[in-house]
């Protein structure tokens, strides 16, 4: 039998990783298109036909979350102990029903019946199941591919939203969900399929293959740690969902034209992308904690702009929030590796994203109570939710191994 040169197998196993970053970076963006930005397309024609108001569908939508964020830390202990690829497929297949049932829907009983089962879907099959998937099979060298596949999926609606206006135009927003529907029998599944790696090379109580003992935290001071991470996710989280929701609205407040104000909220995608290359390039030798020190100050100086200079800053702002978004949800995959190691990662992953996934369903209603009683003044209440998230970054500490 021949063997591989140490120059030939460590170019096998670069090529092996690109593939799975493709593969994962791919069927990741149609997740994400196919279900966190769907309702932004799809919500106006499905409340119209369903005689519903589009609040009623975003409650839908508030439930989806709500079961992705209590659900996550089941998934994370099985990823944990048997690996990503099984998962990640069943995902696809949840997905397909929800979107099925959503593009059958009769009423209103039906429509919540429909986003709770892609709340499942998500809470299996977006970036916590991938993140962690490739934490079980790189350990502590994953944060290059978690990177690529956050690079990748920056995507999703640049992608998405086009995608779903043109399926919604030519076969109305059930065919469009019948679309999707059929994309993750076919597209993810094959790719979650062939390209994802079966089982965990760092097992939840198993014996990790070259890990080393000291690769968990000190347990006395795991639970305060885990505390600070699962307060900045939190924080994050609401941020990126409340601007996500209402931005164009707020620079409008803040006096830009509603041109001014759809462009500038425009921006805030290709500042995430670009923020997301520059991690994978000229940030790649900083450790995490620095990046997402450096990433939680974006959205505060972005705020202090604004405040300065009203909307001639509309697009400053949407970029600095951008960049620090970018970089953040990158650091929701490294961080818990820089700070716990690779061993119980999807578990860990699963309890500290739960509350994050809990404010990111009540942050749309709860940001835009605040534009309602205090108008562009309630950018200051998300800069100081961003402060407080730099102060617990500071107060945290890398693993040593």
Request: one cysteine or more.
């Amino acid at each position: 039998m021949q063997t591989l040169s140490g120059d030939q197998a460590e170019a096998a196993g670069r090529s092996k990783q690109l593939r799975l970053i493709l593969a994962l970076g791919t069927a990741q963006t149609l997740a994400w298109a196919s279900s966190y930005y769907l309702p932004a397309i799809l919500a106006t024609p499905i409340a119209r036909d369903l005689g519903l108001s589009r609040a009623a569908v975003f409650g839908a939508v508030s439930v989806a979350l709500l079961i992705a964020g209590l659900c996550g830390p089941m998934a994370g202990r099985w990823i944990d102990r048997r690996g990503g690829r099984g998962i990640l497929c069943l995902s696809n297949l949840v997905f397909a029903a929800g979107l099925v049932l959503l593009g059958c829907a009769q009423g209103g009983a039906s429509l919540f019946a429909a986003w709770a089962i892609i709340g499942l879907a998500m809470s299996i099959g977006l970036y916590e199941t991938a993140f962690a998937t490739l934490a079980t099979n790189f350990g502590i060298a994953a944060r290059g591919p978690i990177t690529g596949i956050a690079l990748l999926a920056g995507f999703a609606s640049t992608l998405g939203w086009p995608l779903t206006t043109l399926l919604e135009a030519q076969s109305g927003w059930r065919g469009a969900c019948f679309a999707w529907a059929g994309l993750h029998l076919t597209l993810g599944l094959g790719l979650n399929a062939l390209f994802v790696p079966a089982g965990s090379k760092f097992a939840l109580h198993g014996e990790a293959q070259g890990a080393p003992d000291e690769i968990s935290a000190p347990p006395q001071r795991e639970w305060v740690a885990m505390a600070l991470l699962a307060f900045v996710f939190a924080a994050t989280w609401f941020v990126s969902t409340s601007m996500a929701a209402h931005l164009p609205r707020m620079l409008e407040m803040a006096g830009a034209s509603a041109g001014a104000a759809l462009f500038a909220a425009m921006m805030v995608g290709p500042a995430q992308v670009l923020a997301r290359i520059a991690e994978f390039s000229l940030m790649a030798r900083l450790h995490p904690l620095t990046s997402a020190r450096l990433a939680a100050l974006g959205h505060p100086l972005g705020a202090l702009a604004l405040a300065m200079a009203g909307s001639p800053m509309a697009l400053v702002f949407a970029g600095l929030h951008g960049a620090g978004n970018g970089v953040l949800t990158i650091a929701k995959g490294t961080l818990p590796l820089a700070i716990f190691g690779p061993l119980g990662y999807g578990l860990r992953q699963g309890w500290l994203n739960a509350p994050a996934r809990i404010l990111q369903a009540l942050a749309p209603l709860l940001f835009g109570l605040m534009l309602d009683n205090w108008g562009v003044a309630a950018v200051y209440a998300t800069a100081a939710l961003s402060l407080a998230s730099f102060a617990a970054l500071a107060a945290l500490r890398a693993r040593r191994d």
